[in-house]
C-alpha cells in the first residue's frame, strides 16, 4: 500500500483570529472543520509541553501564557506528499505556521512529528531556510532523539521524504545520539547520496564512532497513524 505523508498543524488562537481564511490561501491545505474548535481545549498546555523541542528549547514563559490564553484550536492539514515534493510542502507548511503567528495566533505545533517551538524560534526558523533550507526544515520539523529500551531514533524525516534514523544505544549517551543523528538526517538531505545502501558505514566526524548501516521497516507505528514513516528507517549500529 502507497502511503503518502502529510503535515497536520494545531494552531491554538483567539476566536476572531482569520487562520481559515489564511489557510485558505496556501494552496492544497485543507482546514479541518470536524476537530476545529471555538472554545478552549485544556490538554492543550500538557500536550504541547510534551512535544516542546528538546534540540533547541525555545518556549519562553509569554509563550506558555498565551498558550493558556487560547480561546480556540484549529487544525490544518498539508497536501499529500512524496519524496519528491516533500521539501516544497514542508518549507509551505513553515511558511503558513508563521503566517498564522504574524496574525495573531499564538502558538503552533506540528502534529505529525510531535513537535513544538515557541513563536519566535518558528520565525527564525523561516528566516533561516534562505541560508539552508534542509537545515531549517529538519530544525522545525524533526523530532530527536526519542528513545526506547534499545534505541535512540527520530520522528518527522517522512515529513522530508526520507527514513528516519534510529541508532542502537548500547554504549552511546543521549549528547552522542544527537550528534550521530543529526549528523546523518543533514548528510542525508543535504549530501543527497546516490549510491546508499545496507551494509555501508558512516562517521560524524573523521575521529569518531563509525556506524553500519542496514534499512528497516517503520513498525513503531500504525499505518494510519501521522507519525508513520513509509520511507522506513536508516538503523545505525556502532562497529568502532
Not at 67 to 88: D, F, G, K, Q
Not at 125 to 146: C, F, G, M, N, Q
Amino acid at each position: 500500500m502507497n502511503i503518502n505523508p502529510r503535515h497536520v498543524i494545531c494552531v491554538l488562537h483567539q476566536q476572531n483570529t482569520p487562520v481559515r481564511q489564511i489557510s485558505s490561501q496556501f494552496s492544497g491545505f485543507d482546514y479541518d472543520v470536524d476537530f476545529s474548535q471555538d472554545v478552549a481545549d485544556p490538554r492543550m498546555m500538557s500536550s504541547f509541553k510534551a512535544s516542546a523541542d528538546r534540540v533547541s528549547p525555545s518556549v519562553t514563559t509569554d509563550d506558555w501564557h498565551a498558550i493558556e490564553a487560547h480561546s480556540a484550536v484549529s487544525y490544518i492539514l498539508s497536501p499529500r506528499m512524496t519524496p519528491e515534493n516533500a521539501l516544497t510542502v514542508s518549507r509551505q507548511t513553515l511558511a503558513l505556521a508563521v503566517a498564522l503567528l504574524q496574525a495573531g495566533a499564538f502558538a503552533v505545533k506540528g502534529e505529525s512529528s510531535g513537535i513544538a517551538h515557541g513563536r519566535t524560534h518558528w520565525l527564525e526558523l523561516d528566516s533561516y531556510t534562505s541560508k539552508s533550507l534542509e537545515s531549517a526544515l529538519i530544525r522545525a520539523w524533526v523530532r530527536y532523539p526519542i528513545s526506547d529500551d534499545c534505541f535512540y531514533y527520530s520522528l518527522g524525516m517522512h515529513l522530508l521524504g526520507m527514513p528516519d534514523i534510529e541508532l542502537n544505544r548500547i554504549g552511546i549517551s543521549e549528547v552522542d545520539a544527537l550528534d550521530v543523528i543529526g549528523g546523518f538526517m543533514h548528510f542525508l538531505l543535504i549530501d543527497q547520496p546516490r549510491n546508499l545502501d545496507a551494509g555501508h558505514t558512516f562517521h560524524a566526524r573523521p575521529d569518531s564512532v563509525r556506524f553500519q548501516l542496514s534499512r528497516e521497516r517503520c513498525t513503531r507505528y500504525e499505518d494510519d497513524d501521522f507519525f508513520y514513516n513509509p520511507y522506513g528507517y536508516w538503523r545505525l549500529n556502532a562497529v568502532g
